[in-house]
T-cell receptor, first 111, second 113 residues
Framework: NAGVMQNPRHLVRRRGQEARLRCSPM?????VYWYRQLPEEGLKFMVY????????ESGMPKERFSAEFPKEGPSILRIQQVVRGDSAAYFC?????????FGAGTRLSVL | EDKVVQSPLSLVVHEGDTVTLNCSYE??????LLWYKQEKKAPTFLFML????IEKKSGRLSSILDKKELFSILNITATQTGDSAVYLC?????????????FGRGTQLTVWP
């Protein structure tokens, strides 16, 4: 049973470009969560999705950030017009029975 | 304002030592507390605790929760170099949507041979 898969592992973007981060949950999981980890800080919740629904996006910046989890395919976290402050590790998790299992993360670097 | 505070932030020990990692929390309606181990990749699940005083154990690792004093400890006995990692504590509360976790900053454990 494959774990939570995230890609790419590393992503480099210039300021103003778009970043797309993908997450495929564990088989049988229909709940996906995105977290951001800044240097020297803990993981911060961004958004919680179920298939085709955003359940809680209260942790996500109101502008430039969006997330989706379509009926088919992976969940996507999209960051438009990236700025240097978006540089961080972005982790995705999927859950079963209240336990969240994490992917290896995508490290976004904005030049 | 941090809801979850871990201590110490870093710890250096020698193989064979026993370590205790601390996690205190402050949430309105506690649901569960989880421990993860994070190396240079995915945080991996260790324990989930929901009831006070019941120790969870897995090999050399064990953890216990005190809901009255609002803290948990993670013990690692006979440490090995492979235990070197960041240990994360996270709390879920009933007031938030199912699954949203509040994380501490982690304890960086380094085990020297």
């Amino acid at each position: 049973n494959a774990g939570v898969m995230q890609n790419p592992r590393h992503l480099v973007r210039r300021r103003g470009q778009e970043a797309r981060l993908r997450c495929s949950p564990m088989k049988g999981h229909s709940h996906v969560y995105w977290y951001r980890q800044l240097p020297e800080e803990g993981l911060k919740f961004m958004v919680y999705l179920q298939k085709e629904n955003i359940i809680d996006e209260s942790g996500m910046p109101k502008e430039r950030f969006s997330a989706e989890f379509p009926k088919e395919g992976p969940s996507i976290l999209r960051i438009q017009q990236v700025v240097r402050g978006d540089s961080a590790a972005y982790f995705c998790a999927s859950s079963s029975e209240n336990i969240q299992y994490f992917g290896a993360g995508t490290r976004l670097s904005v030049l | 304002e941090d809801k979850v505070v871990q201590s110490p932030l870093s710890l250096v020990v020698h193989e064979g030592d026993t370590v205790t990692l601390n996690c205190s929390y402050e949430v309105t309606n506690f649901r569960s507390l989880l421990w993860y181990k994070q190396e240079k990749k995915a945080p991996t699940f260790l324990f989930m605790l929901t009831s006070s005083g019941i120790e969870k154990k897995s090999g050399r690792l064990s953890s216990i929760l005190d809901k009255k004093e609002l803290f948990s400890i993670l013990n690692i006995t006979a440490t090995q170099t492979g235990d070197s990692a960041v240990y994360l504590c996270a709390v879920a509360d009933r007031g938030s949507t199912l699954g949203r976790l509040y994380f501490g900053r982690g304890t960086q454990l380094t085990v020297w041979p």
